[in-house]
């Protein structure tokens, strides 16, 4: 099946006022978040290939801000483990719905529980494998620290956190630079001008990004003796954080 097209900020006409994932974009989410996030298709089938290493038996794997549950189908094809259980939780009932029937259509036999709710609400527990792609920038930044405390807390010794975000740089020169060099990538797969400078708008004080040394900080802080970026393209990288 191919994707729906993303010209939802196509119209100059049509103000869409802040971001939201509504209907329309759990529409088009496949096209939006390819055309959009620089090595989304890698960081996608990397999660895959880390919970299947990470995955203990018995445990819980989360994907916490799942979309349509590209993560949550990556993980179920690469568990080896017996008795493993994944968690799926997004608070936008349009992207949960969508995520349900592309759920029900794969049949691969390990068990996805679906929650549609706040990730700061849902207590982690027996976790071997937490994967939070391109979400936290969406929690209130008051909020993240103890999110990220919340998880370590609910993970078994061993497991693994997978935190992929876009970021902002300290250095003025380095951030406009990124944010150039991510609005070309936008443009040489399709989008306009006029898109790209709407979807920023739109985004604007929805997605709040934030640097490297602060996701390091505060990953450290809540316990996480080893993390390291193991993936970057420009303004938006992946990390690893094991407990
Ligand atoms: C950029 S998308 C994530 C993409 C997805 N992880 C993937 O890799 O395809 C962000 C998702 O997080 C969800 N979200 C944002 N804030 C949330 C929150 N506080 N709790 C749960 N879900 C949230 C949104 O509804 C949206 O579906």
Redesign the pocket.
């Known amino acids: 099946m191919t994707d729906s097209r993303d010209t939802l900020f196509a119209d100059p006409a049509s103000d869409r006022g802040l971001f939201t994932?509504d209907e329309d974009v759990a529409r088009v989410f496949p096209d939006m978040?390819k055309r959009s996030v620089p090595g989304?298709p890698t960081?996608?089938s990397m999660t895959g290939l880390l919970a299947g290493k990470y995955a203990i038996a018995d445990s819980n794997l989360y994907?916490?801000?799942?979309?349509?549950g590209?993560?949550t189908l990556a993980m179920r094809h690469a568990i080896r483990q017996p008795g493993c259980r994944i968690i799926a939780?997004?608070?936008?009932p349009d992207?949960l719905q969508r995520c349900r029937s592309i759920i029900e259509t794969d049949t691969h036999e390990t068990p996805v529980d679906l929650h549609c709710?706040?990730?700061?609400d849902v207590a982690v527990a027996n976790a071997s494998v937490v994967?939070l792609?391109?979400?936290l920038q969406?929690?209130p930044p008051g909020q993240r620290d103890q999110v990220i405390s919340g998880i370590y807390a609910g993970m078994q010794p061993g497991g693994i956190l997978v935190l992929?975000e876009k970021l902002s740089f300290n250095d003025k020169r380095l951030d406009d630079l990124n944010i150039e060099l991510h609005h070309q990538f936008k443009r040489a797969n399709g989008y306009s001008d006029l898109e790209v400078a709407a979807k920023r708008t739109a985004l604007e004080t929805v997605l709040v990004p934030e640097t490297l040394q602060q996701h390091r900080h505060r990953l450290v802080s809540a316990g996480f003796s080893s993390c390291d970026v193991w993936f970057q393209c420009f303004n938006f990288a992946s990390l690893v954080a094991l407990k």
Do not use: P
């Not at 994907?63 to 349509?68: A, N, Q, R, T, Y």
């Not at 709710?117 to 700061?120: C, E, H, I, V, W």
């Open positions: 994932f978040i989304y960081i996608i994907d916490l801000g799942c979309s349509l590209a993560s939780v997004d608070n936008s992207m709710a706040n990730l700061q994967i792609n391109f979400t969406f929690v992929s």
